[in-house]
């Protein structure tokens, strides 16, 4: 997916934060029937989403330890 294939595609991130007014959404959920390339954004980021609200299982203690070395290795 490139944002070059639809001008509107810069819309659909404000579009699921909430940032949009009542006839842009509208208009936007009208677009998102149509145009598989807005669409395709939209469910990517609710992957996103998704996957950053996920929960995750604690880290050990020998864990949190290797990923804090290997962060500062970086």
Same mark, same amino acid.
């Given at each position: 997916?490139?944002?070059?294939?639809?001008?509107?595609?810069?819309?659909?991130?404000?579009?699921?934060?909430?940032?949009? $007014?009542?006839?842009? !959404?509208?208009?936007?959920? @009208?677009? /998102? +029937? $149509?145009?598989?390339? !807005?669409?395709?954004?939209? @469910?990517? /980021? +609710?992957?996103?989403?998704?996957?950053?609200?996920?929960? @995750?299982?604690?880290?050990?203690?020998?864990?949190?330890?290797?990923?804090?070395?290997?962060?500062?290795?970086?």
């Amino acid at each position: 997916m490139t944002t070059s294939d639809c001008p509107r595609t810069t819309l659909v991130e404000a579009f699921r934060d909430g940032r949009l $007014g009542p006839q842009e !959404c509208a208009s936007l959920e @009208r677009h /998102l +029937e $149509g145009c598989a390339v !807005c669409t395709a954004c939209a @469910r990517d /980021l +609710e992957k996103i989403g998704n996957a950053v609200r996920a929960p @995750r299982e604690p880290l050990t203690p020998l864990e949190h330890q290797r990923a804090r070395v290997a962060l500062l290795q970086k």
